[in-house]
């Protein structure tokens, strides 16, 4: 039943090392996003994929790398991970909507992924 | 870069006052969202407005999209504890390389004490 889902829930690891986050969405749509929001509850966009697409990527680290093997599925990969990357990483999928619409669909967000670099 | 400053950062009332959260910007948006997250969950969309001017209610909420589409209001008339939690802003643009791009304010984290 669950629209947007990601794995895992939380993730603890070292400095240094490399770590995948997957999301799935169920709700047939065409477009999926990353976001990173930090402590303060800042969500920013970091990422989009539209039909495998990539079509928005926002000034992040090449050491983030995401991956859309499906229109279904966006996972993110990071390299090398830093201690500033601690935050939460949220999944999000939509339609995309034409200028009628404002351009902007409901996006529907997973349950986020807690990350903390130690 | 467009910017939302959303504002205030933090608000703690009683139950049963009312009151409002403004998301203001220098740029035009092709529509304003407002979404509602709580602890450990993904935002949740409230609203969309579109057009310049528009008002929409959700039963204690009103939401409007000022005329020239650069600034929202969120109003909540007799807060309840329920309506606690983090409240987001996020304008839309369309066209070009941002499509489907949201951009989000800082937070307002409401807080309604029984």
């Known amino acids: 039943d669950t629209a947007v889902s990601q794995t895992p829930k939380y993730l603890v690891t070292q400095m240094g090392n490399d770590k995948s986050i997957k999301c799935e969405q169920n709700l047939g749509h065409d477009t999926m996003y990353w976001y990173k929001q930090d402590s303060k509850k800042f969500l920013k966009i970091m990422f989009s994929y539209n039909n495998k697409e990539l079509i928005i990527n926002e000034t992040v680290p090449n050491r983030f790398s995401p991956k859309s093997p499906d229109k279904a599925h966006l996972n993110l990969h990071i390299n090398s991970l830093e201690l500033g990357d601690s935050a939460v990483y949220f999944c999000?999928?939509?339609?995309?909507?034409?200028?009628?619409?404002?351009?902007?669909?409901?996006?529907?967000f997973g349950p986020g992924t807690r990350l903390t670099v130690l | 870069t467009q910017l939302l400053e959303q504002s205030p950062q933090f608000l703690s009332i009683q139950e049963g006052e009312n009151l409002t959260v403004y998301c203001n910007s220098s740029s035009v948006f092709s529509s304003l969202q407002w979404y509602r997250q709580e602890p450990g969950e993904g935002p949740v969309l409230l609203v969309t407005?579109?057009?310049?001017?528009e008002v929409k209610k959700l039963k204690r909420l009103t939401f409007q999209f000022g005329d020239a589409r650069k600034d929202s209001s969120l109003h909540i008339t007799a807060a309840q504890p329920g309506d606690t939690g983090l409240y987001l802003c996020a304008g839309a643009t369309a066209g070009g390389t941002s499509y489907g791009k949201l951009t989000f304010g800082q937070g307002t984290i409401l807080t309604v004490h029984p």
């Open positions: 999000a999928s939509s339609h995309l909507r034409g200028l009628a619409g404002g351009g902007a669909d409901t996006q529907y």
């Open positions: 407005v579109v057009t310049g001017g």
